[in-house]
Structures are given as structure tokens and as C-alpha cells.
């Protein structure tokens, strides 16, 4: 490249910077020809991955014990370490009672169970609970929702929370 063209090159690329800093309010230094370009915005932060989780089970009461089985899954697209789904009662629950090792007691009336590991498109294995309600309740209303779903977005919210009502028939109602 000749001399005459690298600093034409040189005054219109400083130019350039002038007029386009003017209008910001912002200092521009001149550009050389041989300078590198200037660094480009940082990449942004990384996105949340997507996992669609979601509760099935069945409840049934029957003389104030109460039955809950309940199963998560990952509809995908990423995988899942963990996540948490709380498990909500209309009744205090009896006081004392044990509960599954994946589970605990967030209250007298909410227990918390984690899922383990969910591979997008995989199941966790089911978390069965029996628990007893004093004063042999002729209903309960549980509400099944995700408490923690590991991090991820989830585009479908809806397909992990249910309203379960279990009239003390004895019979499973499956959400």
C-alpha cells in the first residue's frame, strides 16, 4: 500500500471515530493504520439452560391417613442436577412423623422432597409419603409446586403445579 493511500486511510478512519464520538459525549483517541481495533463489547453472561419439569402422583385419604405418591420428569431440553417440589396440605399434619430421606418438613403443613438427578426426557424415581391428619379431615386440598428447580428456565411453568382434592374416600385422585 502506498504512502499517499495509508495516510489518507489513517485521516479518514480518525475522521470517522470524530464524527461518530460527537454524538455520544464520549472522548474518542485517534486510530492508527497499524493499531489493532478496538475490543468488542464482552460476550454476555451465559444463559440459564432450559428444562421443562414436571409433577405427576396420586393422593387418597381415608380415615385421616394420607396417602401421596409423587413422581417428577424433565421434558428438556437440558438436564437437571436436582430440583425441589413442595408438596402444600389444607390440615396440619400430625407432629413427629418420619418422612423419606429425600424428604423434610417445611412446616406443619409442607414438605419439601428432592428429586435427584433429571435427564431431559428422564423420570426421577417416585417419592411415596404416608402421613397422618389428626382429626380424620373429611377432605384435603394439596397443592403440588416446584420450589426449586435447580436454576434452569422453564418455558412451561403450568405443567408443574396442581391443585389436589382428596375427599376422604379412600379412592387415589391423580394430578
Known sequence: MSVMRRSLLVVVSAVTAVVMGAGSGTAVAPVSAS???????PAPAPIAPEA??????????RDGQLHVWIGSENHGPSGLPDATVRLDFSVHLAPGQSLPPAC???????????????RAGGRAHGTGLDLLAPGAPAEVVVDVDTAW???????????????????ATGDPYIF
Open 35 to 41: 493499531a489493532p481495533p478496538p475490543a468488542s463489547n
Open 52 to 61: 421443562d419439569l414436571a409433577h405427576h402422583g396420586q393422593v387418597s385419604l
Open 104 to 118: 423434610l418438613w417445611g412446616g406443619d403443613r409442607t414438605v419439601l422432597c428432592r428429586t435427584g438427578e433429571l
Open 149 to 167: 428447580n435447580g436454576g434452569a428456565s422453564d418455558r412451561n411453568p403450568e405443567n408443574d403445579h396442581h391443585r389436589v382434592l382428596a375427599p
